[in-house]
């Protein structure tokens, strides 16, 4: 089974300012088709989840240009340049190459 | 847009059968090659439980599968989750979703006490 770990898990951040999260997986999720299936997904409160980020690196409709990911193979980063108020939820990747294996999640909140 | 609902009992007895329906309106069912149940314990993480296609083809989650049966009926448009021999740990607000890219239901909380 691919294990996904996530970190941090909690990740203060004063509004403007840029924010990281890493998220790592057991095995490669690079598909011999050249895609990672890496998703990323922000729960806000109260909210079902959405999708943010597909294929390691590919923003969802709607999803602010602030919000970027990347990496390859098992090491994956999500990074938002200038975070606002309304990025507060939990961030969770998930690999779609194996069955759906979600990671822990990382709190973002608003120093 | 298509909307997801999921509907079902809210409380289910230790040892029942958990039994949800996801409707799906705004579009045909047809308009996903597969739709997806999620679940969440309360103020806990997602686990994903397993997916059908709209022909009825299924995969399911390894450590849900000797419990898990999922159906279709196209015929009016929704999908259908069982969750049998459900104890405390299956207590969690299930989701229903044109999973991975798709919409999300609001999610329906399901309580599994005596």
């Known amino acids: 089974d691919i294990v996904m770990t996530q970190s941090p898990l909690s990740l203060p951040v004063t509004p403007g300012e840029p924010a990281s999260i890493s998220c790592r997986s057991s095995?490669?999720?690079?598909?011999?088709?050249?895609?990672?299936?890496l998703h990323w997904y922000l729960q806000k409160p109260g909210q079902s989840p959405h999708l943010l980020i597909y294929?390691?690196?590919n923003r969802a409709s709607g999803v602010p240009d602030r919000f970027s990911g990347s990496g390859s193979g098992t090491d994956f980063t999500l990074k938002i340049s200038r975070v606002e108020a309304e990025d507060v939820g939990v961030y969770y990747c998930m690999e779609a190459l194996q069955t759906y294996t979600f990671g822990q999640g990382t709190k973002l909140e608003i120093k | 847009q298509v909307q997801l609902q999921e509907s079902g009992p809210g409380l289910v007895r230790p040892s029942g059968t958990l039994s949800l329906t996801c409707g799906v309106s705004g579009g045909s069912i047809s308009i996903s090659d597969w739709w997806s149940w999620v679940r969440q314990p309360p103020g806990k993480g997602l686990e994903w439980i397993g997916e059908?296609?709209?022909?009825?083809?299924?995969n399911y989650n390894p450590s849900l599968k000797s419990r898990v049966h999922m159906s279709v009926d196209r015929s009016k448009n929704q999908f259908s989750l069982e969750l049998y021999s459900v104890t405390a740990a299956d207590t969690a607000i299930y989701y229903c979703a044109s999973f991975p890219f798709g919409e999300w239901g609001r999610g329906t909380l399901v309580t599994v006490s005596s």
């Open positions: 294929f390691g690196s």
């Open positions: 095995q490669s999720l690079l598909h011999r088709n050249g895609y990672n299936y």
């Open positions: 059908i296609s709209q022909s009825g083809s299924t």
